[in-house]
């Protein structure tokens, strides 16, 4: 699956087409830049995608165009969900090992086995 984001006009607007092939996406690419077309560049081009999305647009009033591979994105996505996940492990280790948060832990632990935790009001009924 395969995704372009038309950035066009002077606002940089965007919308994206999806295309189930790389073949589609590079065709509609290459259509809507106009570089396929003996046309004037001024003549607006239409485009359909694979989901029943269209787009007519100038070519000269094409910013750009991101086309991306949504199965390397996801896995991408993966990879960078699990460097995160590691950092964090790594950081809760090293703050394990670190003696100013042991010992300020230990404090904790201390205030809470002896019932010095926040203040709490308790309603008074009958």
């Known amino acids: 699956?395969?995704?372009?984001?038309?950035?066009?006009g002077p606002r940089a607007t965007q919308w994206t087409l999806m295309y189930e092939t790389l073949t589609a996406a590079v065709l509609a690419r290459s259509h809507l830049y106009g570089e396929n077309e003996n046309s004037?560049?001024?003549d607006p081009h239409c485009?359909?995608?694979?989901?029943?999305?269209?787009i007519c647009i100038k070519p000269e009033d094409v910013v750009g165009i991101l086309m991306e591979d949504l199965d390397k994105s996801k896995q991408v996505h993966v990879e960078t969900a699990l460097h995160q996940a590691r950092t964090m492990a790594a950081s809760e280790e090293a703050?394990?090992?670190?003696?100013?948060?042991?010992?300020?832990?230990?404090?904790?632990?201390?205030?809470?086995?002896?019932?010095?935790?926040?203040a709490m009001i308790s309603p008074r009924i009958g």
């Open 47 to 54: 485009c359909d995608d694979d989901f029943g999305q269209s």
């Open 95 to 118: 703050m394990r090992q670190e003696p100013a948060v042991r010992e300020a832990q230990s404090r904790a632990q201390a205030r809470a086995r002896m019932g010095g935790g926040p």
């Open 40 to 42: 004037n560049k001024t």
């Open 1 to 8: 699956m395969y995704s372009l984001t038309i950035v066009f």
